[in-house]
């Protein structure tokens, strides 16, 4: 596809930007990312309801999964406002198709142990707590309510999340390990929250505007300490950072999630609920 | 009221006492003194209930993740966390009792503590988190709403606010049915086949027939219980038939009649051997069910290890720094 005239050349963003096209609407395109991180990741977080490592844990990321799916259904449902071609949040999360999913990777992965699931979601939170606060300012006035109201939310969910990986490193030999290996393996998936692309580029215009690059140094400020303070090591930068998912390239294991969360509406279109 | 000699622990002037108090509807509290039968009846019911509860948030956190519309599938996790909260709330109430929640626990996991027979059979459609909020928990409210004047303070408490949120989830159980049964033919179709399957197994959630509860009499006698297990069901059938018949759908029952001399809807025979088979760990998904608490208890062992250990360690360094 050719780029547009006009269209932010690659040198000012991500290598990532030079390769996607650019987007019809990106107003659109930037809610909906916002949208499916939360409701993929909160899709994860559900699935531990009744399989928790403690009941009030049961119950706690159950608090969480629902905040999460929350948010995603206003955020999918101002989406489709924008849009205007007649979607509303439930046409969005059950009819688009794997490669039409704007999450970031991370959010997808399967929940793997406790351990996992709690540095996953620290890594994500840190992440959600600074972009809504930046959020909260757009001009734009529905969007900056919305941002206004996670963020109280997500302020509960970083405080949980952080507390429990002060737990898990500096709880035994065993959770420090397994906290430990959780953060090798997630490290590589954080640089994609903090990429810009020309869809940022174009919602700044319109008074949406997010500096990515002060956003990780903050994510760090926040990140970084409480892993030492839980005696875990921070992993050196990653060699090649895992990236796609605002393109709508996927790891294998979203097709599957969607399969799962798309299977009852999709078997009976058009029927209400 | 005629004391039952053998229940009492010999001549003890303190049983009679307390049997005067209960008679006059006075509240049990955790200090008061109280015979160990009525201690143990007590634990026997709470903790069950508690464990129900958790069992219970498993055949419902089936469909989470396959809720049709992000709507409903809000107001799903919402009642299996519901349901968690109420779990430990009864748990925290039954240790008022002098019983600590792990004691509990390893019970359920043992096999040796019961749970509601209910929530070993399998949720097979969407149309089932409307069944079992309409039917399941409709049930659970005609138990719990004479359990909230039960003599014991702790849990007559814990039933007032946990009926509460019982009824809201009856009341969405109901409109996912009521939406249902307007829907598709599918849908429509989906429905029927779900109360057909929950129907007899809610009737039995009020448990064996008074000729043959073994219990009963003690735990009402102590106003544990206020009302036999068949008036119990008699009034679930009543309230409930009306609402089956507003929406069009029927119930698994070619005896079913309304006797006008009576104002009961009276049903057929319950199928006993069934329910037996059930409570005895035979039923559809006793196995599953058990297994996937152990599993969930057994994976999370290294997480409750590391929060012990993490508060030990913290408790020391503030009491070194002190």
Known sequence: MTQKPGAPSASLASPAAARSAPAANPLFEYVVRLGDDRLVLGHRLAEWCGHGPILEEDIALANIALDLTGQAAALLALAGEIEGAGRDEDALAYFRDETQFRNALITELPKGDFGFTIVRQFFFDAYSYLLWEALAGAKHAKLAALAAKSLKEDTYHLRHSGEWVRKLGDGTAESHARAQAAVDALWRFTAELFESDAVDLAVAKDGIAVDHGALAERWRAIVEPVLREATLTVPAAPGAAATGGRRGRHTEHLGHLLAEMQIVARSHPGAAW | ?322
């Open chain 2, 1 to 322: 009221m005629t004391p039952n000699p053998a229940l009492d622990a010999g001549e003890d002037p303190r049983v009679a006492a307390f049997e005067a108090r209960i008679a006059a509807g006075e509240s049990i509290e955790p200090k008061d003194w109280m015979p160990e039968r009525y201690r143990k009846q007590l634990i026997r019911m709470m903790s069950q209930h508690a464990h129900s509860e958790v069992v219970g948030m498993l055949p419902e956190g089936n469909w989470i993740t396959r809720a049709p519309s992000l709507r409903r599938k809000m107001s799903l996790i919402a009642k299996v966390q519901d349901e968690g909260g109420h779990g430990l709330y009864i748990y925290c109430g039954t240790e008022t009792l002098g019983v600590d929640r792990q004691e509990l626990v390893e019970q359920l996991l043992n096999g040796t503590a019961k749970y509601s027979s209910i929530f070993n059979y399998p949720t097979l459609s969407w149309a089932d988190m409307g069944v079992i909020g309409w039917l399941v928990d409709g049930a659970a409210i005609v138990n719990q709403t004479i359990l909230a004047k039960t003599s014991y303070g702790p849990y007559a408490r814990a039933m007032i606010r946990i009926c509460k949120e019982e009824n809201f989830h009856k009341r969405q159980g109901y409109e996912i049915v009521a939406t249902l049964a307007k829907g598709t033919p599918a849908q429509k179709a989906m429905v029927q086949d779900a109360v057909n399957r929950w129907w007899w197994p809610s009737l039995m959630m009020f448990g064996p027939s008074d000729t043959d509860s073994p219990n009963s009499g003690e735990l009402l006698r102590w106003k544990v219980k206020r009302k036999t297990n068949d008036e119990l069901r008699q009034r679930f059938v009543n309230l409930t038939i009306p609402q089956v018949q507003a929406v069009g759908l029927t119930v698994p029952d070619p005896d079913l009649r309304y006797d006008a001399a009576t104002e009961n809807w009276l049903f057929g025979p319950i199928d006993w051997a069934e329910f037996n088979e059930v409570i005895r760990g035979n039923g559809p998904c006793n196995k599953e069910r058990l297994a996937a608490r152990r599993e969930a208890h057994e994976a999370g062992q290294w997480v409750r290890e590391a929060a012990t250990a993490y508060a030990a360690k913290h408790e020391r360094r503030s009491t070194e720094a002190a």
